[in-house]
């Protein structure tokens, strides 16, 4: 059982770039999240989702945009990448309901340069 | 190396010693707590839930206590190994969001 899965674990973007951050659960959970990271600070809830289909805005969603196209993927993008969006990014998962605890990835740590 | 905690406020206790760790939460209508234990380049993970119809919850070494008076909520770790060195994040909900609000983080440091 893999949990919650994000692919890439790090990578380097330079200013303009695009790209997408993959998290992949295998639990059946029907909410996921991304979060970033930052030092010092909490984490953050940029975008999530409560099932197949359907999107909404966190806390800090300006410049990230998402996707949830299948029940155990969701897809963070980067249309233009700065470096105010470097940071550790985490994707969470967990069962509907409002007593349940949510399940982590490893991370993925972009560097936008 | 770990860039995430920086500045977050440190506890340093002795390895064998009971630690403590504190947390003020900011809606007095979260009825829904979570303790998290981050390590150093890893993904948060569950330690231990409370619901707000609760004072108090016990788990392995691990004890959550709820104040909904104060809105204050604590860890207690028993006997404090060095495998608890981490980050410690709380983090609130409540019924009707789909959303938990995180805590800054407090990093235990375990002194051997």
């Known amino acids: 059982n893999a949990g919650v899965t994000q692919t890439p674990k790090f990578r380097v973007l330079k200013t303009g770039q695009s790209m997408t951050l993959l998290c992949a659960q295998d639990m059946n959970h029907e909410y996921m999240y991304w979060y970033r990271q930052d030092p010092g600070m909490g984490l953050r809830l940029i975008h999530y989702s409560v099932g197949e289909g359907t999107t909404a805005k966190g806390e800090v969603p300006d410049g990230y945009n998402v996707s949830r196209l299948k029940k155990q993927n969701f897809l963070l993008g980067l249309e233009s990448a700065a470096p105010s969006q470097t940071s550790v990014y985490f994707c969470?998962?967990?069962?509907?309901?409002?007593?349940?605890?949510?399940?982590f990835g490893q991370g993925t740590r972009l560097t936008v340069v | 190396g770990e860039s995430v905690g920086l500045h977050l406020p440190t506890l340093s206790v002795q390895e064998g010693d009971n630690s403590i760790i504190n947390c003020a939460y900011s809606n007095s209508a979260s009825d829904y707590f979570i303790w998290y234990k981050q390590e150093s380049g890893k993904g948060p993970q569950f330690i231990i839930d409370?619901?707000?119809?609760?004072d108090k919850r016990q788990g392995q070494r691990v004890t959550v206590l709820l104040n909904k008076t104060v809105k204050h909520l604590s860890l207690q770790i028993a006997a404090t190994q060095p495998g608890d060195s981490a980050v410690y994040f709380c983090a609130e909900a409540y019924s009707g969001t789909y959303k938990y609000i995180f805590g800054t983080g407090t990093r235990l440091k375990v002194l051997a």
């Open positions: 969470a998962s967990r069962y509907r309901g409002i007593n349940t605890e949510a399940f």
């Open positions: 409370i619901r707000s119809n609760m």
